[in-house]
């Protein structure tokens, strides 16, 4: 299984901003759409945010919409979320995942093959 490599991540005061970064093997062919997700302790993971690459599609949960940019660079597979007006809400860990092939419901969990190991972010008030 492919594992995913993220970075970024840390703390910021509410109102403020941060980038992630999660980079897919190179010449990996299969994976054609990547996400976001987070999960604070005892409750159920929460998609984020989805690149679908064939089109540049985009989406995100209502939560995070006006918000937060999932973004793509297309010479690697590389995903970046621009997380800008940090609310205490958005304290979480954060997961990239990665899929392959024909995805029907983008941000359910179950679309996703590949994950990464995790970067917390945490935003005090």
């Known amino acids: 299984q492919v594992q995913l490599v993220e970075s970024g991540g840390g703390s910021v005061q509410a109102g403020g901003s941060l980038r992630l970064s999660c980079a897919a093997p190179?010449?990996?062919?299969?994976?054609?759409?990547m996400a976001w997700f987070r999960q604070v302790p005892g409750k159920e993971r929460e998609g984020v945010a989805d690149?679908?690459?064939?089109?540049?599609?985009?989406t995100y949960a209502d939560s995070v919409k006006g918000r937060f940019t999932i973004s793509r660079d297309n010479a690697q597979n590389t995903v970046y979320l621009q997380m800008n007006s940090l609310k205490p809400e958005d304290t979480a860990m954060y997961y990239c995942?990665?899929?392959?092939?024909?995805?029907?419901?983008?941000?359910?969990?179950?679309?996703?093959?590949?994950w990464g190991q995790g970067t917390q972010v945490t935003v005090s008030s």
């Open positions: 995942a990665a899929a392959r092939g024909l995805v029907r419901t983008p941000l359910a969990e179950y679309e996703y093959t590949y």
């Open positions: 190179e010449n990996n062919y299969s994976i054609n759409r």
């Open positions: 690149i679908y690459f064939g089109t540049g599609r985009t």
